[in-house]
């Protein structure tokens, strides 16, 4: 298994985006496969750092490759990886892959597609909470690893927001069942595994 370094993050959101589909996200004893991301820039008005730092979104212009954890409309836990400053890829959704039932459990028992299909279900399901804003993603407990072969991702505008809503800038694993939502087009491109 090969642990994505810090460089890998330290590019253009977008790029990051759709280059973490098919990676796994290992968060202490529970892991995914990355089937939906959404990248957001610092000119971008859907993004948190639009107007500036704040005490909330400090980490964003912080190192790249750490985790940027904030609560979405008071409700649920959402998890980002710190790309270039102000910059940053919300991981949508997962594919699980270990420790489904500490997941299930926290998810009180949802079905396995169910389970990570959203960025509030995976947080929950991986215990992810605001006590891990900042944590790096390059060492145990909590890293991202490379993918292992080339997979088909598919492109659309990104949800759930009211600005910009334009953008291309949300990603996915092409035909996967485990998707918060399902994308406007069926048809995918290819990108190679990590080296």
């Known amino acids: 298994m090969t642990i994505l370094p810090e460089t890998f993050y330290k590019r253009d959101a977008v790029i990051v985006a759709e280059e ?5 996200l290992h968060i202490h004893q529970t892991s995914g496969i990355i089937v939906e991301t959404e990248a957001y820039r610092p000119d971008d008005p859907a993004s948190h750092s639009f107007n500036g730092m704040t005490p909330r979104n400090r980490i964003m212009f912080g190192p790249p490759g750490h985790l940027y954890v904030y609560r979405s409309y008071g409700l ?7 790309c270039e400053p102000g910059s940053a890829v919300l991981i949508r959704a997962l594919e ?4 489904l039932d500490m997941m299930a ?3 009180n ?3 396995v597609t169910n389970l990570c ?7 929950q399901a991986l215990g992810i ?7 790096p993603l390059d060492r145990e407990p909590c890293f991202v690893s490379a993918r292992k072969a080339a997979v088909s991702v598919v492109t659309g505008p990104r949800i759930g927001i009211s600005k910009a809503t ?14 918060s939502r399902k994308f406007p087009i069926e048809a995918g491109h290819s990108i190679a595994p990590h080296a």
């Open 129 to 135: 909470t605001r006590e891990m804003d900042g944590l």
């Open 109 to 111: 028992g949802t079905e």
């Open 166 to 179: 334009d953008q291309p800038w949300r990603f996915g694993l092409h035909k996967s069942r485990f998707l």
């Open 96 to 99: 699980p892959r270990t420790g």
């Open 105 to 107: 459990l926290r998810r």
């Open 117 to 123: 299909s959203g960025p509030g279900k995976l947080a």
């Open 76 to 82: 649920h836990w959402c998890a980002n990886i710190v």
């Open 20 to 24: 973490l589909i098919g990676c796994t």
